[in-house]
């Protein structure tokens, strides 16, 4: 998912699950995946895959990727735990450090309707996910998803 869809998550949780937790906060938190993958990718431990994307075929894997340590599922629930501990110290609050923890978590969960290539655990693991933009017409459909996201995250924050 685009990170501006990842972000209209933390507007939503920001007045519906946490009114004291500071946007900014939640925001970084749904984007920590992606921050981690840029890290791995530069000292070697991940890499991203070659893909081809248009709108007859949706998005085609040309070469595999190697997302396990920032975007597999168990180490999403790590970096969420790792998330809610550092948030704690500074909140004092566990419902403030419970969702700094699903804002990180819900980044997989976006990826996971996506994307059909998530590991379970690291490289080698059963690779899962719904792998909605793998198509045409999936392609399409998860643009207007990110649309409504974006839009329903807004008209969340706005609205509260």
Do not use: C
Not at 41 to 60: D, K, S, V, Y
Not at 68 to 84: D, F, K, P, R, T
Not at 126 to 153: D, F, K, M, Y
């Amino acid at each position: 998912m685009d990170p501006i869809a990842h972000f209209s998550v933390a507007l939503a949780a920001a007045k519906l699950a946490d009114p004291e937790a500071p946007l900014g906060v939640l925001g970084v938190a749904t984007q920590v995946p992606d921050i981690l993958f840029f890290g791995f990718e530069a000292a070697g431990l991940e890499r991203r895959a070659e893909t081809q994307t248009n709108f007859r075929t949706g998005l085609r894997y040309l070469s595999p990727a190697s997302i396990g340590w920032s975007h597999g599922l168990l180490m999403s629930v790590v970096w969420s735990i790792v998330a809610g501990a550092i948030a704690f110290p500074f909140y004092r609050d566990f419902r403030t450090s419970i969702v700094v923890g699903l804002m990180v978590f819900s980044h997989w969960l976006l990826d996971f309707i996506v994307y059909p290539n998530l590991p379970l655990l690291f490289d080698g693991s059963r690779l899962v996910g719904l792998g909605l933009i793998t198509s045409g017409p999936g392609l399409i459909a998860g643009i207007v998803l990110e649309i409504v996201l974006i839009a329903g995250g807004i008209a969340i924050y706005l609205g509260t």
